[in-house]
Structures are given as structure tokens and as C-alpha cells.
């Protein structure tokens, strides 16, 4: 689905309905995230029906190192070459060097009402094939057409990207609509102040249209839907 001309979202219900975005600007591509396979049949085939060639991916950029927003990238850094970057502070769970932080509480209502299977498998603590990081992102960093915004919270080094030109918010799982429309998932957010910091960080930019982490992008109303979350 476009979000807008040239920011294609990728993804179906498998892992709760995770989502990863391609981005083109002139000839490269950039890709957010890498979905929940380990094999990433569905990002090739949507690089092919942009009619583009797998070298045009130039970077891949981590939201944060959730299993499910990272299992193919060993498999797309080694058919790509594109260079693998996260904040620092994700970056040795991606290569494999350390275990994502588990949070401590069982999830609350309503996510408990939901397929916890399914929950458990999208927030995906699990092991993913390790992958090298070619580089670190920063705060406000730019290049692709992509602005870095770091809003932790729901891991310390978790990304967003902004691309300003098409008002489109890439919101990795600061913002969700699956199960339900939600900063983030209450109970497995690390880090509540900080989520909210991050949630007003985002909220100012007005955005035309948001791709979340987990469900359906948000195309209607944005901003003031963002704006409801604070
Ligand atoms: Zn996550
Ligand atoms: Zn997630």
C-alpha cells in the first residue's frame, strides 16, 4: 500500500500484522525494518513491483531490535549490500552480541483479550539470524529522504523516520493500530516518560499520514489522531 508517492508499506497478518516501508528518493531506496521471516520473499517482490533492482536498496534502517521488525536482515544486508543501521543502543542485539530486554509484566487488558499467541510472537523476543550494523543513527541525522527522530520508550533506542516532504510519519511501534490504535503497547512499553516524550516529539509534526509497526497505516486524519494519543 503507498502512503505516498514512493513510501510503499510491506507486510499481512503474520506477526502481528508487522509492517515494513520502502522508501525511494531519486534512485535509492531505503528500507525501514525487515518484517518477521527470515527469508524476505515479500520486500524482493515489492522492490521488483517498484521496478527496481536489489541494488538500489542503499541502507536499511532498524526501527528498534524486536524480532519480528528484524528477522530478515542478515538475509536482505547479503542480497542487497545495503548498509545496516539502528541507535547505538539496539545495535549488539541486532548483531547478536546481547538479548532484547524483556519487560516484566504479563500483559494488561486489552491486549490480553487479543491472540496472546499472536502477541508473543509479534513483540518477538525470540533469536533472529545475527546481523552486522554498518553504522549508527543519530537524532535528526538525514539522508534518503528520511529524517531520524530517536523516541525510546518502547525500547531505549527506538526510532522513528520523518520524511518531510510527504508529511509521513514512520512510526515503528511508538504507535500501533493493531490490535487496537494505541501509543504503543502500554505493557510493553519500557519506559512510560519517555514514551510520552517521544508520542510529543511526533504529535508536532502534524503528520499527513503515519506507518505504524504493527496494522494498518493511518491516512486519514493523522495529525489529530496522533494528537489524541498525548
Ligand atoms: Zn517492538
Ligand atoms: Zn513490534
Redesign the pocket.
Known amino acids: 500500500m503507498d502512503l505516498a508517492p514512493g513510501i510503499v508499506s510491506i507486510g499481512d497478518r503474520t506477526r502481528g500484522y508487522v509492517r515494513a516501508f520502502l522508501v525511494a528518493d531519486g534512485k535509492d531506496l531505503t528500507l525501514v525494518d525487515t518484517l518477521g521471516d527470515t527469508h524476505p520473499h515479500a520486500i524482493l517482490a515489492e522492490i521488483r513491483h517498484m521496478g527496481r533492482s536489489l541494488s538500489d536498496l542503499k541502507r536499511i534502517w532498524l526501527t528498534?531490535a524486536?524480532f519480528s521488525?528484524l528477522c530478515g536482515v542478515a538475509e536482505l544486508r547479503q542480497l542487497t549490500g545495503a548498509k545496516v543501521c539502528s541507535h547505538e543502543w539496539e545495535a549488539d542485539i541486532v548483531s547478536g552480541d546481547r538479548k532484547a530486554q524483556r519487560v516484566s509484566i504479563v500483559p494488561k487488558r486489552p491486549l490480553r483479550a487479543y491472540y496472546p499467541f499472536q502477541i508473543g510472537l509479534a513483540?518477538g523476543l525470540g533469536d533472529h539470524p545475527p546481523c552486522p550494523v554498518d553504522g549508527v543513527l543519530t537524532h535528526e541525522h538525514e539522508e534518503g529522504g528520511l529524517r531520524v527522530l530517536h523516541t525510546p520508550g518502547?525500547?531505549p533506542g527506538h526510532l522513528a523516520f520523518w520524511a518531510e516532504k510527504h508529511k509521513v510519519l514512520l512510526s515503528g511501534?511508538a504507535i500501533t493500530t493493531w490490535p487496537e490504535f494505541a501509543a504503543g503497547w502500554d505493557s510493553?512499553t519500557l519506559n512510560e516518560r519517555q514514551r510520552r516524550e517521544s508520542l510529543r516529539l511526533m504529535a508536532a509534526l502534524h503528520p499527513a499520514a503515519v506507518g505504524v509497526?504493527h496494522g494498518d497505516p493511518i491516512t486519514e486524519r493523522a495529525a489529530e489522531r496522533v494528537d489524541s494519543l498525548l
Open positions: 528498534h524486536h521488525h513483540l518502547h525500547t511501534d510493553f509497526g
